[in-house]
């Protein structure tokens, strides 16, 4: 397992652009995959982005066009650039890992806010 921490929130207007960062304590080119997720007030959990350790990137139906996951393995950071921000877009982001492909998500960051205002 690796430490997670993410970075980048804050309050922004709808339509503008955020880079949310996740640096972890340890390398990440050899996690079985990394993602992203968000969780508003009130609502589950919910997948925003998916990277496998191939820099093979996936999103739900919901997330495609606007968001854009990418790691750094150099710098050991995830990022998310979410682009046209909207007012639905306000939640907790979350940066998680997968160490191998049986362990599942086995590392969680403490999350960053994320509050779009129109």
């Known amino acids: 397992q690796v430490q997670l921490v993410e970075s980048g929130g804050g309050l922004v207007q709808a339509g503008g652009s955020l880079r949310l960062s996740c640096v972890a304590s340890?390398?990440?080119?050899?996690?079985?995959?990394m993602g992203w997720y968000r969780q508003a007030p009130g609502m589950q959990r919910e997948l925003v982005a998916h990277?496998?350790?191939?820099?093979?990137?996936d999103y739900p139906a919901s997330a495609q066009g606007r968001f854009t996951i990418s790691r750094d393995n150099h710098r050991n950071t995830l990022y998310l650039q979410i682009n046209s921000l909207k007012p639905e877009d306000t939640a907790v982001y979350y940066c998680?890992?997968?160490?191998?492909?049986?362990?599942?998500?086995?590392?969680w960051g403490r999350g960053t806010q994320v509050i779009v205002f129109s």
């Open positions: 998680c890992a997968e160490t191998t492909s049986y362990s599942g998500i086995d590392s």
């Open positions: 340890g390398s990440i080119a050899g996690l079985n995959a």
């Open positions: 990277i496998t350790s191939r820099n093979i990137a």
